[in-house]
């Protein structure tokens, strides 16, 4: 992992310490840990069993906009990356289906980021009213597999899910990281290793700061010196007096095609983008 997206999970790992982590009762034989989920929702419930996720199928509200089935199909694509076993993403809910994963269109509450969750012998039912509330439930789900789920070249495994009810809404609907690309450039490789970290933790605002007087970091096709002058300085201070440089330029900046990348790779994430354009001064 690279070093911007560490600095994130460090981040993160701290609000752990911070956060509550409700243990079940009586016994909790699968990895032997607590329920643990961060941020830690309003209200959890946990019961004796587990759902097997391995090759459930998925079935996705056909009152929720198109772009759900993408939210189902990139949770159900990750379980056969790491257990080799498919699960078909299907629009509609029917009425008898046995059991898998569902998700439904429903009220729950004033914030558009909260969702409902059963998991029982009948299978895994998100209640959600849109594609936020849906997303968050999926990152729980997530977070409550084992760690294996996130290994890279993890293959082979079956993945079960403790029988619980959650409700959640987040109590700040603004949850935000910034990163200052203006003063060091990260590429669009990394950004999107960021915000895969961000979108785990259900952080769904991300502040890019493109321009400063440290470099001017995003295309503009009329007026193109912006990129091949601004976006490259001269030397960097390296400590904390102005006469600590290292005298090696440096530089970079992303095209308007890579900015539209990366804008698309968050909105399927639940993230906004808020890009930062400043004029010399910090104005």
Request: charged share 25%; aromatic share 12%; hydrophobic share 35%.
């Amino acid at each position: 992992m690279q070093k911007s997206a560490k600095l994130i999970l460090c981040a993160f790992a701290f609000a752990a310490a911070l956060s509550c982590s409700p243990r079940p009762s009586g016994d909790f034989p699968f990895e032997d840990v607590p329920f643990s989920v961060i941020p830690c929702p309003s209200g959890v419930s946990l019961a004796d069993g587990y759902f097997e996720l391995t090759g459930a199928d998925f079935y996705v509200d056909r009152s929720f906009e198109p772009e759900a089935a993408g939210v189902a199909a990139r949770f159900a694509g990750r379980l056969r990356e790491v257990s080799g076993f498919r699960s078909r993403v299907r629009r509609g809910v029917p009425a008898s289906f046995g059991k898998g994963v569902r998700f439904l269109k429903g009220e729950t509450g004033e914030s558009p980021d909260a969702y409902t969750l059963h998991i029982g012998e009948d299978g895994v039912t998100v209640v959600a009213a849109g594609l936020s509330g849906m997303h968050n439930a999926v990152q729980t789900i997530s977070q409550m597999l084992p760690a294996s789920y996130f290994a890279p070249g993890t293959a082979g495994q079956r993945y079960r899910v403790r029988y619980a009810d959650i409700q959640d809404s987040p109590r700040f609907r603004y949850r935000g990281v910034l990163i200052d690309c203006g003063r060091h450039f990260f590429p669009v490789e990394e950004i999107k290793r960021c915000l895969d970290v961000m979108s785990l933790y259900k952080v769904n605002r991300f502040h890019w700061h493109l321009t400063e007087d440290q470099g001017w970091r995003i295309e503009i096709k009329k007026y193109p010196r912006l990129t091949e002058i601004g976006s490259v300085r001269r030397e960097t201070q390296v400590a904390h007096w102005r006469d600590s440089l290292d005298h090696q330029p440096y530089g970079g900046y992303y095209t308007q095609e890579q900015i539209r990348d990366v804008v698309a790779y968050a909105a399927a994430r639940g993230i906004t983008v808020i890009p930062e354009i400043d004029l010399p001064g910090h104005m």
